[in-house]
């Protein structure tokens, strides 16, 4: 079984457009993340979340927002889709925020034309 | 003050011989240094990590070395193996900063059969 899963793997859409990606990890965490990692490899976290607190990377624009329905899933909308937000996203999770080790979905891979 | 440095961008190392990666910080509240380890199409996975009460840990044929001072870390790959072939990412987290991981840029690392 996938600790942390990502749906879906490749995502290629028009610039403007709406777009959701979901996450899901079935290792019991508490905190998740989701992280952006640019054409030039540099892996950047963009939010951690637990059930108490939204921690928001303050350079992350506000077109991009998590929403976590359950404990196990936290998705990522990114509304007016633009050319920069092309990169490969990953989620991620921790057994508690400041977890030393935190477990990667797969990433996915987002082409904005 | 949040920035982690990483040298070399990339590295080729023949089988058998020693891969070294260093990493240097500037944020004295950094108590946590992982090194995740990232084949291609997939999401970083924890490799080894080490906290400043230590100068030295060693997992098998993968052993950082920290000095505290320098405020700098390395990794040692030794006898690397074609296998080794990924990108090796240092990262550093401090209370002040919820934890969260801030990674360094990455080194592609490619062992020659």
């Known amino acids: 079984d996938t600790a942390v899963s990502q749906t879906p793997k490749y995502l290629v859409t028009q610039m403007g457009n709406d777009k959701s990606i979901k996450c899901e990890q079935n290792l019991g965490h508490d905190t998740m993340y989701w992280y952006k990692q640019d054409s030039k490899k540099f892996l950047k976290i963009m939010f951690s979340y637990n059930n108490k607190e939204l921690i928001i990377n303050e350079t992350v624009p506000n077109r991009f927002s998590p929403k976590s329905p359950d404990k196990a899933h936290l998705n990522l909308h990114i509304n007016s889709l633009e050319l920069g937000d092309s990169a490969v996203y990953f989620c991620?999770?921790?057994?508690?925020?400041?977890?030393?080790?935190?477990?990667f979905g797969p990433g996915t891979r987002l082409l904005v034309l | 003050q949040q920035q982690v440095k990483q040298s070399p961008q990339s590295l080729i190392v023949q089988k058998g011989g020693i891969s070294i990666i260093n990493c240097a910080y500037e944020n004295t509240a950094f108590d946590y240094f992982p090194w995740y380890q990232q084949f291609p199409g997939k999401g970083p996975a924890l490799l080894i990590a080490?906290?400043?009460?230590?100068s030295e840990k060693k997992e098998g044929r993968f052993t950082i070395s920290f000095n505290k001072s320098a405020k700098q870390f390395s990794l040692h790959i030794m006898d690397s193996q074609p296998g080794d072939s990924a990108t090796y990412f240092c990262?550093?987290?401090?209370?002040?900063?919820?934890?969260?991981?801030?990674f360094g840029p990455g080194t592609r690392l490619s062992v020659l059969p």
């Open positions: 990262a550093a987290s401090a209370d002040n900063y919820g934890q969260n991981f801030v």
């Open positions: 080490i906290r400043p009460d230590v």
């Open positions: 991620a999770s921790s057994q508690e925020a400041g977890e030393e080790t935190q477990y």
